[in-house]
């Protein structure tokens, strides 16, 4: 999905407004993928500056499901990105390159560049989701398991001390 700039550097034409939805389906983002439920909406305004530059200001926004970061199950998040970004095209920033080139914008490569930037690190289905059983596996949402906490062997009590700092972060 390409946008040819030039159009708001010709003639009176010094605006131009984007609302469109990007038929992206899925994201992947390091050991992360996450499906993307109705495409990513986008919806921006583009002006030409006196500077040369080019404001584009707006939202991208996308209804993603992650897998929760401590169950596993489906977890829902809503994606919303407040950008503003000027430019000018005849003189990118490598970062800019990415979506760039001359005075073609891609939507597409626009908007899943503001995902990557924003990409959450952990997303959870519930504030308060209790996770799998480290032991047997059980989703402890669904129901308790029979692994007592004072059956926990020993031997991993360094390990589980361990696991609880990493929860900690959350
Ligand atoms: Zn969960
Ligand atoms: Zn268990």
Redesign the pocket.
């Known amino acids: 999905m390409e946008m040819n700039l030039s159009t708001i550097f010709t003639g009176d034409h010094l605006f131009a407004k984007v609302d469109e939805t990007v038929p992206v389906t899925q994201v992947k983002f390091g050991n992360t993928s996450a499906i993307i439920d109705n495409g990513i909406k986008l919806q921006i305004e583009l002006e030409k500056l006196e500077s040369k530059e080019v404001l584009i200001k707006g939202s991208i926004t996308a209804d993603m499901v992650f897998n929760c970061d401590r169950c596993g199950e489906p977890a829902k998040y809503n994606f919303k990105s407040e950008l503003t970004k000027q430019f000018r095209p005849d003189k990118t920033t490598e970062e800019e390159e990415d979506f760039i080139e001359g005075y073609i914008l891609d939507l597409e490569k626009m908007a899943l560049n503001e995902i990557y930037v924003n990409f959450p690190m952990k997303v959870l289905c519930a504030e308060d989701c209790k996770g799998?059983?480290?032991?047997?596996?059980?989703n402890?949402n669904v129901g308790?398991?029979?692994?007592a906490d004072d059956n926990f062997d020993l031997r991993f009590a360094g390990l589980k001390d361990l696991f609880d700092e990493n929860f900690k972060e959350v």
């Open positions: 799998i059983c480290k032991s047997c596996g059980a402890l308790s398991c029979n692994c």
